[in-house]
């Protein structure tokens, strides 16, 4: 696992990603950074976004509709509770340029959804969540040693410099001052506070 402590080095291994320098990379980080943010600025449009709320057949499907195109999967915890899955998504997460994608059923999908049963994908894979803690099952410790893994760390002065940099129409130094003496606080915090203020609650 590599550490990394910037906005600037954070923005510029998503860069890299999106040239398509890694195959399967994974940005851990508390809640309220702004890895979601970044990572949608970074990576724009063209890119199939999934959610921890993908069942496994939409997941399956969602990917065949977007052949090639990057899968961001944000928020990944909940697609790691169940087996198949994970044996789904290692399938995508293979470092080969082509992956070969199954979905083994008896199920008629071809006629009832218009999906084939096996196809190929160039897709490369991202994965920002909060924390990997959770994940313990061998089949998840399989599927991690496939990827390049970041850990975000920003300490409290690069949140502070990013607050003043990046969030200038809300920018409030009296709310940054009084976060400041807090052992921790995040982007997120400081947008509530902002907000809070504006409505006259503190």
């Not at 940054?176 to 902002?194: A, G, M, T």
Request: glycine residues 4%; contains cysteine; aromatic residues 10%.
């Amino acid at each position: 696992m590599l550490q990394i402590n910037t906005y600037s080095r954070l923005r510029k291994v998503l860069r890299e990603f999106k040239k398509g320098t890694f195959d399967f990379l994974i940005i851990i980080g508390s809640a309220g950074l702004g890895k979601t943010y970044n990572t949608r600025q970074i990576l724009g449009k063209k890119v199939c976004y999934i959610n921890s709320h993908s069942t496994l057949l939409g997941l399956y499907q969602q990917a065949y509709e977007n052949k090639d195109l990057p899968l961001w999967f944000d928020d990944v915890e909940g697609l790691f509770e169940k087996n198949k899955m994970i044996g789904l998504l290692k399938q995508f997460c293979e470092t080969t340029e082509t992956k070969i994608i199954q979905y083994n059923t008896s199920w008629a999908m071809e006629e009832s959804r218009d999906v084939p049963k096996v196809f190929e994908t160039k897709s490369k894979v991202i994965m920002t969540s909060n924390s990997l803690t959770r994940l313990q099952n061998k089949g998840v410790q399989s599927l991690l040693d496939r990827a390049i893994i970041i850990n975000f760390v920003p300490s409290k002065e690069e949140i502070t410099t990013y607050i003043r940099t990046n969030l200038k129409s809300i920018y409030d130094k009296s709310i940054l001052e009084n976060l400041q003496i807090k052992e921790n606080f995040s982007l997120r915090d400081y947008i509530k506070s902002v907000q809070l203020k504006k409505a006259g609650l503190i």
